[in-house]
C-alpha cells in the first residue's frame, strides 16, 4: 500500500513531461501557499538590515517597492504561462525559444543557483542553533539539517503543500513575537526607523542603486521560482491565480520580510537576523531560524531535482526518478556549506541575478511579443523532443550574449550606473534580442514538425 502511494506520488510530479489537464486540480491559495515557503526566508530579513545599515532605510525601502513592481509583473506572466501549459519554466523554455538543448543550458544552471540558496540558507540555521549548543561542532549540524530536507521532499508537490500548510502558523506565530519583543527593547537608533541614514549617504543615487542591485540578484529567481507550482493550477482559476501567485510571495518577500529586516536592523544595529533573532526570542529564536530555513529549503531541493532532472534527460537520455535528483540535491549542497559556499556568495549571486532576469525577460517576451503580437513560431509550447530543434538561436544567442554584457557590467567595466543596474540592463538588452532574433529567422527553429494532441485551451495564442 505505502509503496503504491509512493509511486503515485512520484507520478504526480511529472517532472519529465508536462502536467495533463486532468491533474491541473490544485487552488491558486494552495500554489500560493506553496511559492510561500520561499516568501518566509530569513535571508530576506538579511538584505532588508544589510540594505538599510549600509545605504539609509528610505533607499532600502524605495528599492524594495521597486523589487516588488518588477518580480511581481515577471511572476505574473511566467505563471501564466506555466499554468496554461501546465510547464515550469525548464519545459517553457524548450518551445520558448531555446530549442530542446539549449533550455538545457538554462536548467543546469537555474539547479546549481538553488543548490547554492539551499547551502546558503542551511548555513544561516546552522550558525543560528550553533550559537545555542556551540558544544555542538558545525559539520555534524551541516549533516544533520542538510540530510532532514531530503526525507521532506520524498513524495513531492502533494507533501509540500501540507508542509508548508502545517508550519505557516507556527511561522507567523513566531514572527509576530519577534515584533512584539522588539517593540518592547529599547531601540539603539533614536527617532524613526525610517529616517535612518549612515553618514555622508543621500537618498537616491548611489546608495539607492547599489540597493537595487542587491535586490537584482534574488528577482529573477522569485519570479521563475513559481512556475514549478503553478503548472497544477485549476484552468478556472488561471487569472485571478497568476495575479496573486505573481504578487503576494514578492510583496511578502520583499515587503513583509525586507520591510520587518529594515525595522529590526535600525532598531538594533544588527545586520544579522541569526544574531537578533536569538538576542530577541532566545532558544524560540534557534526555533524560528530551523523552521524558516527548513521552509525555503525544501523548496529549494524540489526546484533543483527537477531542473537536474530535465537537464539529464535532455542532454544524456539519463532518467532516473526525481527522488534520485533530490539525494544529489541534497549532498552537493552539503558539500558546497562544508566548503565554504558562503564567501563567494556575492560573486555567484551576480551571476546569477543576470543570468536569471535575462531568461524570465525571455520566456515573457517570447510569449508576450513574438507569440502574441508578432505571430511567429507556434500558438502553444511544446517540450518533447521530436517536434524541436536542438539548438533554437532566439533564446540562445539572446541569453548568451545578455548574460555575457550584463556580468562584464556587474563587474563594473561599464560604468558605475551599470554595474548596480546590470542584472536590468542584462534583461532588456535579452528582450530586444529575442524579438530582433524571432523576426531575423523568421521563427525557422520553434518547432520542426506540429503535434496534433494539444489541446486548444493550451495555446497561449
Known amino acids: 500500500m505505502g509503496d503504491h502511494k509512493a509511486k503515485e506520488a512520484m507520478q504526480d510530479d511529472y517532472s519529465l513531461v508536462k502536467v495533463p489537464r486532468e491533474k491541473r486540480n490544485m487552488g491558486w491559495l494552495s500554489v500560493t501557499n506553496i511559492a510561500f515557503g520561499i516568501a518566509t526566508a530569513i535571508f530576506y530579513f538579511q538584505m532588508g538590515s544589510v540594505m538599510a545599515l549600509k545605504f539609509g ?5 524605495i528599492s524594495s517597492t521597486y523589487a516588488i513592481i518588477v518580480a511581481g509583473i515577471l511572476g505574473t506572466f511566467i505563471t501564466y504561462l506555466s499554468a496554461k501549459s501546465g510547464m515550469n519554466v525548464n519545459f517553457l523554455s524548450r518551445g520558448g525559444g531555446f530549442g530542446y538543448v539549449g533550455a538545457s543550458l538554462t536548467s543546469f544552471i537555474y539547479a546549481t543557483n538553488f543548490i ?33 530536507v531530503i526525507p521532506l521532499n520524498w513524495f513531492g508537490i502533494k507533501q509540500l503543500d501540507k508542509l508548508q ?89 520583499f515587503g513583509v520580510m525586507g520591510g520587518l529586516g529594515i525595522w529590526f536592523g535600525v532598531r538594533l ?22 523552521l524558516t530555513q527548513l521552509r ?37 549542497a552539503m558539500v558546497l556549506m562544508l566548503g565554504g559556499i558562503v564567501n563567494y556568495l556575492d560573486k555567484a549571486m551576480t551571476f546569477q541575478g543576470v543570468f536569471l532576469l535575462a531568461w524570465a525577460a525571455i520566456l515573457v517576451t517570447d510569449a508576450m511579443v513574438v507569440k502574441k503580437i508578432l505571430k511567429i513560431g507556434p500558438g502553444y509550447y511544446e517540450s518533447r523532443q521530436e517536434y524541436l530543434y536542438k539548438w533554437n538561436p532566439v533564446g540562445v544567442w539572446s541569453l548568451l550574449i545578455a548574460s555575457a ?7 563594473g567595466f561599464m560604468g558605475e550606473f551599470l554595474e548596480s ?27 520542426k514538425d506540429a503535434p496534433n494532441d494539444v489541446p486548444k485551451e493550451d495555446y497561449i495564442v
Open 269 to 290: 544595529n544588527e545586520s544579522n537576523p541569526g544574531v537578533y533573532i536569538v538576542l530577541l526570542l532566545g532558544i524560540g529564536g534557534a526555533l524560528f531560524t530551523m
Open 405 to 411: 554584457l550584463g556580468t562584464i557590467a556587474a563587474l
Open 116 to 148: 547554492m540558496y539551499c547551502a546558503f540558507e542551511g548555513l544561516i540555521l546552522v550558525s543560528a542553533v550553533h550559537t545555542f549548543f556551540p558544544v555542538i561542532p558545525k559539520w555534524t549540524l551541516i549533516i544533520f539539517f542538510g540530510t532532514l
Open 165 to 253: 500548510k502545517w508550519s505557516l502558523p507556527i511561522f507567523v506565530i513566531f514572527l509576530i513575537t519577534a515584533i512584539v519583543v522588539s517593540v518592547f527593547t529599547p531601540s539603539v537608533y533614536e527617532g524613526n526607523f525610517w529616517t535612518y541614514m549612515p553618514e555622508g549617504v543621500e537618498v537616491g543615487g548611489e546608495a539607492l542603486l547599489f540597493c537595487i542591485g542587491m535586490h537584482h540578484g534574488i528577482m529573477g529567481l522569485t519570479a521563475l521560482l513559481a512556475s514549478d507550482y503553478s503548472r497544477f493550477l485549476k484552468p478556472k482559476d488561471i487569472k485571478i491565480g497568476s495575479v496573486m501567485i505573481g504578487f503576494i510571495p514578492q510583496i511578502f518577500c
Open 57 to 61: 532605510a528610505i533607499n532600502a525601502i
Open 421 to 447: 543596474t546590470a542584472a536590468f540592463f542584462a534583461a532588456l538588452l535579452a528582450a530586444v534580442l529575442t524579438v530582433l532574433l524571432a523576426i531575423f529567422t523568421k521563427g525557422k527553429f520553434y518547432s
Open 296 to 332: 525555503i529549503n525544501v523548496t529549494n531541493i524540489y526546484s533543483s531535482s527537477l531542473s537536474l532532472a530535465s537537464f539529464f534527460e535532455n542532454v544524456f537520455h539519463f532518467t532516473p526518478s526525481r527522488r534520485f535528483w533530490v539525494v544529489v540535491s541534497g549532498v552537493t
